[in-house]
């Protein structure tokens, strides 16, 4: 059985890094921006602010999103050392969370092997008490892929769109010898897989509330 995750107006995104938006659920942001007119995307990346990265994140942002409301902020936070600054990082997601009112929010999951990654996965859901939380995946060399729990399928449209758009915004990440097309292909085909679809990506949530009506 299949659930439908109808009427998100309102969603925030967050990254530590510029790119893990694009790279964890680029897909899914594009099919709800298809999905829901209108839709008012609030994002927030801890760190990467008044460096090229910025500008990466703006551009991919924009050709993500042309008709969204985007609102993107980039912090200056130090790569890597997000645990040291827990309390700025508590602080922004806190200010994040207090603005509208906010759907569905997207950010790394809680047993991400990345310090930074994993520090969002544990505060996001802390700062947002009301929203649906899905904690998106980020292939990287550490071998820490988590068990997905909601996938959302993907046709190829959007697969080529989100993989075009992290090829072409990222130049400053194309040194990384896992930051290609194949990769990112394998990982939404292997989550494709597991839902009988081509592509998709997975995600993991810690609660799920359910309306029966
Ligand atoms: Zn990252």
Redesign the pocket.
């Known amino acids: 059985m299949r659930l439908r995750l109808d009427g998100v107006r309102e969603l925030a995104l967050v990254?530590?890094?510029?790119?893990?938006i694009a790279?964890?659920c680029g897909a899914t942001v594009l099919r709800l921006a298809a999905a829901n007119p209108g839709l008012v995307v609030r994002a927030l990346v801890l760190s990467g602010g008044g460096t090229a990265r910025e500008q990466e994140e703006h551009d991919a942002l924009a050709t993500m999103l042309p008709d969204a409301d985007v609102r993107l902020s980039v912090l200056d936070l130090p790569?890597g050392r997000l645990p040291d600054h827990r309390d700025r990082v508590k602080d922004a997601l806190q200010r994040l969370a207090a603005i509208g009112s906010t759907d569905l929010v997207l950010s790394?999951q809680r047993h991400d092997a990345?310090q930074?990654?994993r520090l969002l996965g544990e505060l996001v859901p802390t700062a947002f008490r009301s929203a649906l939380h899905l904690g998106y995946e980020?292939l990287?060399w550490e071998s820490d892929l988590p068990v997905t729990t909601v996938l959302v399928p993907a046709d190829e449209d959007v697969v080529a769109t989100k993989v075009a758009v992290i090829e072409k915004s990222y130049p400053s990440q194309s040194a990384h010898d896992w930051f290609d097309e194949e990769a990112f292909r394998a990982l939404m085909r292997v989550r494709g897989a597991q839902c009988h679809e081509r592509y998709a990506e997975g995600f993991v949530t810690d609660k799920t509330v359910l309306t029966l009506s």
Not at 15 to 20: L, M, N, Q
């Open positions: 990254g530590a890094h510029c790119d893990d790279i964890g790569d790394p990345h930074d990654h980020i990287k």
